[in-house]
């Protein structure tokens, strides 16, 4: 048989998307299955501010074999267990999605179905009482996982907040220590093939020419590649995602290293507060159409923990995706294929799940149609899945006192996601369709946080006495306090463990 498979990879473009790629590709295909380029320019700036993520980083971690206290010494990064929401359903009202399930699920039955039943009596007001991680947030503490036998703290799910320059600059280091090559230069013309469109080659400004069998463009919102020459186009979201601006800007950092992230919904939009070791990391993202840059900049400025270290720096954005991420040779990874705003920290899952999927599908020299259109296909039923539950966070509102939130509360929405709320509404239900990314556990986290009224609780609830319910409870409850209490400071954990 002739060896088809694929000899080169050039991937255009750094920055987070491009060092993971790059890392991933050097670590699954090894140093000879194909050559693997990288082409970026110091005079192109990237994105990246400070980076929250969900748990899926870590099993990235352990994919590429790295030691964990390294990776978040590099990055001066902290550790999260969920994110706390401030005012999203309605101003004074706080809630906490946490990382890691509510309670046990007992006798077949899910735990989420014996609160609600103690809820609607009136006597399970806070289910943060049963979150491991939620009660760690509140006393600002962190470990990893220990051999408990059945105690919380045998299973504490929980992701990373880092400074995406010095990731980009630690996957780097790793990438090129697996044979990577790094090209300096930018590119100023993309050649295509004329016998059938493939990407033949990027010119750079010296008008060297990389060449390439299978190219992956991760050169950002512009898609240099998958957009400005293979002509994708691009889904907008607008209409269910309203906010299109961000001002990003960093400030100094406070006593406290906090273990989540926070979210605080603003007049047209909301505020990310990401904690590192050496710096807080902040953004405001809004509605051009209901705010200024000037009136976002001036509220960001104002809640700040300390004092700004850099100019606030604008970052307009579309929510949706490219019609077609993988093209003929060209696949596109990271904000090249879309953007879904960071509400609930998806962008670096969005980058793991492209290449993931990529291995997956992995071409020869054919590229193969069929491959190509399956891929394209499941990502793009990512991108909806995600899409739909960041509606929910807007959707989902008692908010009444601006336009902007009353759009929001009023709008039409996704049918899958009108599916979930009906559901939820009826008994207090929430589930995980097929392959989504976000579980059983964060539908509801999120539905109950923001206010979302069950008519009733699941009828198999009653499968045990309402005694016995409310000891098992209390019983779990207790065992989530006590393993809580047990936890060290989550900056006490990073000064023993991995302080930069």
């Known amino acids: 048989m002739t060896d088809n498979r694929v000899r080169s990879i050039v991937i255009v473009g750094g920055g987070t998307a491009g060092w993971m790629t790059a890392a991933t590709l050097a670590r699954i295909l090894g140093p000879d299955y194909a050559k693997i380029t990288l082409v970026e320019s110091d005079a192109i700036g990237i994105i990246g501010v400070g980076e929250a993520t969900i748990p899926q980083m870590a099993t990235f971690n352990r994919m590429l074999g790295l030691d964990e206290d390294a990776f978040v010494r590099a990055t001066k990064g902290s550790f999260k267990l969920g994110i706390q929401f401030v005012d999203w359903a309605r101003i004074g009202h706080t809630y906490f999605h946490p990382f ?10 899910s735990f989420h ?17 049963w979150s491991l991680q939620a009660q ?23 992701a990373f907040h880092f400074d995406a ?59 240099l590649l998958i957009e400005q020459a293979l002509g994708a186009g691009y889904t907008d979201w607008k209409r269910f995602l309203p906010c299109d601006r961000a001002i990003a800007v960093p400030c100094a950092s406070v006593e406290e290293w906090t273990p989540y992230t926070r979210s605080t919904a603003h007049r047209a939009g909301w505020q990310w507060r990401i904690p590192l070791q050496h710096r807080i990391g902040n953004g405001h993202v809004f509605a051009s159409d209901h705010m200024s840059d000037d009136e976002a900049t001036a509220i960001l400025l104002a809640n ?36 879904l705003e960071p509400l609930e920290s998806t962008s670096i899952w969005l980058i793991q799940s492209g290449l993931s999927r990529l291995l997956t599908m992995f071409p020869d020299r054919g590229f193969d149609p069929a491959d190509i259109h399956r891929y394209n296909r499941i990502m793009q039923t990512e991108y909806e899945e995600i899409r739909d539950f960041l509606v929910l966070h807007y959707h989902a509102t008692q908010r009444d006192d601006l336009p902007f939130w009353d759009y929001c509360r009023t709008m039409e929405i996704p049918e899958r996601l009108a599916e979930k709320m009906r559901v939820y509404r009826a008994h207090g239900r929430a589930f995980r369709e097929n392959e989504e990314l976000f579980n059983d556990t964060s539908w509801y986290a999120v539905m109950h946080g923001q206010l979302l009224k069950p008519r009733s609780f699941d009828p198999v609830a009653g499968v045990m006495s309402l005694d016995e319910t409310r000891a098992r409870l209390a019983h779990i409850r207790e065992a989530v306090a006590n393993s809580a209490e047990y936890m060290p400071k989550h900056r006490d954990f990073i000064a023993e463990h991995c302080a930069a």
């Open 100 to 109: 890691g399930r509510y309670g046990l699920d007992m006798q077949g039955v």
């Open 113 to 129: 179905a014996y609160f609600q039943r103690m809820h609607l009596l009136g006597e399970a007001p806070d289910i943060d009482a």
């Open 136 to 158: 760690a947030a509140k006393g600002n503490k962190f470990m990893r996982s220990i051999d408990a036998g059945n105690s919380p703290l045998s299973d504490i799910a929980y």
């Open 165 to 223: 320059g010095l990731y980009a600059k630690f996957l780097r280091g790793y990438a090129e220590a697996r044979g990577v090559v790094r090209r300096e230069g930018k590119i100023v013309d993309v050649r295509l093939r004329g016998e059938d469109g493939f990407v033949e080659s990027v010119v750079l400004e010296s008008g060297e020419a990389v060449d390439g069998d299978l190219f992956i463009d991760c050169s950002g919102f512009r898609g």
């Open 304 to 339: 700040l923990d300390g004092e700004p270290l850099a100019e606030p720096r604008t970052v307009p954005f579309v929510t949706g995706h490219r019609n077609k991420a993988w093209i003929k040779n060209c696949v596109a990874i990271g904000l090249s294929g879309g953007f």
